[in-house]
């Protein structure tokens, strides 16, 4: 990630990189910027005006809090640290700096999610009622040993890596908190994974929208799928454009109800897809963040508090567990 948000900066054109930091040498090769193995090295000496964190979950919190209170704006991967109390960490520290405070939960800025906002926001569509989500993708041979599913360094599994975008562009969807209803969080397949490969959820908005949630990572196959049902007509958003194109391609489709089946037959109505095959998300974010900084504009995405709202989610989720796996 530190990549693909250097290379969007350097798109942008309006960041000058000074400095860039891994605790591997290697991880940086091939890149003229100044190098940093230790992080609060590299901001005293850089004294950046910014900083980019996408570190492991584990650092998140004390690099962010770091660089807020000495003054500087940042912008930090998700998940917002391992738990609900890094997030509330972070969060404080941000209001007592009074300095800028971005998440990147870079799904919001895909294609397709910014065409299913605008439509839900349109009311063409009615009002939302449900919606059920799909976000599972394929561990392979190496899955089980990375840092991701190391609690120690991530804090938890899929849900926390994956299922947290998904639950984030829930809320975001229905402009609404959740509660959790039920929830199952489990070792299906990898049984001696330290983390989940998978989470099951049915949560409610605060609006009484129900809402369902499978995040897996035994799907065997990348896949992201979301069914939003509303009372006038559906959306379905299938696939997510990213670089590997292994979550196919990215579209919307649209229903708008038709009773008297004017526009087509019961069941298999006249329906409408966009599809997309560019994926803009990284820059979307970097520009809010530069507009933020530089133009004093106001934070839309990815703000402290809806961190906090999502990591309270997943810490009630991961609370209906039974047994004992993080
Ligand atoms: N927005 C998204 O869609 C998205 C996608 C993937 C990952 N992420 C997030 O980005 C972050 C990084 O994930 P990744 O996939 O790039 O992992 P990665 O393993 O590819 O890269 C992480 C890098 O951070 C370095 N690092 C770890 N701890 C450090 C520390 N204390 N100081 C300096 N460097 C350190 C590692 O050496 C490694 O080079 C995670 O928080 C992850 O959840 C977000």
């Not at 910014?50 to 650092?59: D, G, K, R, S, Y």
């Not at 807020?68 to 007592?96: H, I, Y």
């Not at 405070?101 to 009615?126: Q, Y």
């Not at 989940?196 to 992201?224: P, V």
Request: aromatic share 10%; net charge negative.
């Amino acid at each position: 990630m530190g990549a693909t948000r250097y290379q969007a900066m350097k798109r942008h054109g309006g960041f000058q990189i000074v400095a860039l930091c891994d605790t591997r040498l290697d991880h940086m090769e091939g890149y003229r910027e100044a190098k940093y193995q230790e992080w609060k090295e590299c901001i005293d000496a850089c004294e950046p005006q910014a900083v980019v964190v996408c570190t492991f979950n584990m650092a998140i919190p004390d690099v962010v809090c770091y660089a807020l209170q000495r003054g500087m704006a940042v912008f930090s991967e998700k998940p917002p640290g391992r738990t609900l109390e890094d997030a509330v960490r972070m969060q404080k520290a941000q209001q007592e700096t009074g300095t800028i405070l971005k998440f990147g939960f870079n799904h919001r800025a895909h294609n397709s999610i910014i065409e299913a906002k605008a439509l839900i926001d349109s009311k063409l569509l009615g009002d939302v009622v449900c919606i059920r989500g799909v976000y599972g993708k394929a561990g392979n041979s190496e899955f089980q040993s990375e840092w991701r599913n190391n609690p120690e360094l991530s804090g938890g599994g899929i849900l926390l890596d994956q299922g947290i975008h998904m639950l984030d562009l829930m809320c975001y969807l229905t402009d609404s908190d959740m509660h959790v209803i039920n929830g199952e969080v489990s070792n299906l397949v990898w049984k001696e994974m330290k983390t989940e490969d998978s989470a099951f959820a049915m949560l409610e908005t605060d609006k009484g929208q129900q809402i369902s949630l499978h995040s897996s990572a035994i799907q065997w196959r990348h896949k992201f799928d979301m069914d939003i049902i509303c009372t006038n007509g559906y959306i379905a958003l299938n696939g997510l454009l990213t670089s590997t194109r292994s979550y196919g391609e990215e579209s919307i489709t649209y229903y708008r109800k038709d009773l008297g089946m004017k526009t087509g037959r019961l069941g298999k109505p006249k329906e409408y897809t966009m599809c997309f095959d560019e994926d803009f998300s990284w820059d979307i974010e970097m520009n809010e963040f530069y507009d933020v900084v530089m133009k004093g504009k106001e934070l839309i995405n990815g703000r402290p508090e809806e961190a906090v709202r999502v990591m309270k989610i997943i810490k009630e989720i991961y609370g209906y567990k039974q047994g004992d796996v993080r």
